[in-house]
């Protein structure tokens, strides 16, 4: 099925059963929430949204199946019924034996990466989304990102550009030193990477290397079950395997995994650390007393564990998954006969636009990830996320890494097509004014994390001038 000349409408194996008004602020209205927030679109308010992309975490719409979850909660503080049925489902789609829930991932990461990473502690990854690499400096460690060079093109067409670079894993594995390297992730699909996927056949290869080295790999699941769409569809051999099959077979090659289940467990809060290691489990449950709550809650409303067991099995589901990514495509197609440059192909859950060719006359030290997110909320109450020099920059906005994003994120089972339609419309017109839009500074630089809480102002052209001929 497809529109007029267009990209594939995506099919939605879902109906209505509970509907939300859409605000539709008006241009003064943006003008003014835009001065407000300082820029920063994390400090609006939904009232003032129409479309919000920012994130597709903890965003989903839950399914009747999940709301009736909720209705039968054994809110017991010890041994409830739905940490029993939520345990169930975790060790049948992964086979770790140890499972503890925690209320989003980043206490799964928090708990994990407080038990294994010490001060000078190397931890590889293909890449580290930000909440991951926060925790492992947190504790002292440093965070090394590992994926293939064809992760930083934008243009190269290649099925799995989340793949891990084994030969910089080996080389690091060689030389890092006795006991230095306490753990090695894996991100699927990879966020911080324009949502690209990881093969098996790559996966296969890294587990083999850490477990040489005796390096215990952990996957970061958020989106394993969108990974596992990709190696269906895109590796040879893998057609005939079912959605839970494929995610198996790479928890089969892995010693845990830390999961936000608001990403791929379909539920707007709750998350879990699972580990095959009896001794590190032990270590676990007591960080995860600590930081997040008994093991059978782990911060959680038992219900919530309820509503996430039905959401992580509903993640595998083939139909779910193809109007998923087939949303992801619809919009790409759109952007893509309107001339605009994004990451391609593109991944699971989200479009990323490329601002260095969006926006070729804005420097890093300009911040056009965050000038280009300013635009489309101003031209159509869009709301984006910068995914670089940000988000992941180091210090006075030079940017670490050599990827700079704009995320449209998808919310899973919330927007329709002509809502994507909507938004390619938006882009669209930013994209045919690009010449005139002009850059941002910080005016508040939070320590961590800066992208939540950091404000901007615009800055005149001359103004940024001066200090790059210095
Ligand atoms: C969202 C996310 C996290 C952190 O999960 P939260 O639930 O937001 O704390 C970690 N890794 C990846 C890849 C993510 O996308």
């Known amino acids: ?124 990854n293909n890449m580290h989304f930000d909440t991951t690499e926060a925790h492992v400096r947190n504790r002292g460690g440093e965070p090394k990102n590992l994926a293939s060079a064809d992760a930083y093109d934008p243009e ?67 989106r394993w079950a969108e990974n596992a769409y990709f190696v269906k569809t895109r590796e040879p051999g893998m057609r005939e395997r079912s959605i839970a099959e494929i995610g198996r077979a790479f928890f089969d090659l892995a010693d845990g995994a830390t999961m936000s289940a608001k990403k791929d467990g379909l539920v707007n809060i709750g998350g879990f650390v699972a580990t095959r290691d009896a001794r590190v489990a032990d270590r676990l449950k007591e960080a995860l007393i600590l930081y997040e709550g008994f093991p059978t809650y782990g911060g959680l409303a038992r219900r919530d564990l309820g509503a996430m067991a039905v959401g992580l099995a509903e993640a595998t589901d083939l139909e779910y998954l193809e109007h998923r990514i087939g949303q992801v495509r619809f919009l790409a197609g759109l952007l893509d006969r309107a001339g605009v440059p994004f990451f391609k192909p593109v991944g699971g859950h989200a479009v990323y636009l490329d601002v260095r060719r969006f926006l070729p006359h804005l420097d890093a030290a300009e911040l056009p990830g965050q000038a280009l997110v300013v635009e489309l909320y101003r031209e159509g109450g869009v709301r984006a996320v910068e995914i670089g020099s940000i988000m992941f920059g180091g210090q006075d906005g030079i940017p670490a890494r050599p990827l700079e994003m704009v995320r449209l994120a998808i919310p899973r089972r919330v927007y329709s097509a002509s809502h994507l339609a909507y938004v390619a419309d938006v882009v669209a017109r930013v994209h045919a004014r690009r010449a005139e839009i002009g850059g941002l500074r910080m005016t508040h630089r939070p320590e961590r994390l800066p992208h939540f809480t950091a404000r901007f102002a615009p800055v005149e052209r001359a103004a940024v001038a001066a200090p790059r001929a210095a």
């Open 1 to 124: 099925m497809s529109a007029p000349d267009g990209p594939a409408l995506p099919f939605e194996p879902f109906k209505a059963k509970v509907v939300e008004r859409i605000p539709n602020p008006s241009r003064e209205d943006r003008e003014r929430a835009l001065e407000r927030a300082g820029f920063n679109l994390f400090n609006l308010r939904s009232a003032e949204i129409r479309i919000d992309l920012l994130t597709d975490s903890g965003t989903g719409a839950m399914s009747d199946r999940q709301w009736s979850a909720l209705m039968v909660g054994d809110e017991a503080y010890a041994g409830s019924r739905n940490f029993e049925e939520f345990e169930a489902t975790v060790r049948e789609l992964t086979g770790f034996p140890f499972v503890l829930p925690t209320h989003q991932g980043r206490g799964a990461e928090n708990v994990l990466v407080s038990v294994l990473v010490r001060p000078g502690s190397i931890v590889p």
């Open 156 to 222: 190269s067409d290649l099925p799995f550009k989340g793949n891990v670079d084994l030969d910089r894993l080996g080389a690091l594995l060689r030389t890092a030193g006795e006991g230095r390297v306490p753990l090695a992730f894996v991100t699927l699909t990879n966020n911080a990477g324009a949502g690209q996927p990881v093969s098996f056949a790559n996966f296969r290869a890294t587990a083999e290397l850490c477990r040489s080295h005796g390096v215990p790999l952990y996957v970061d699941m958020c």
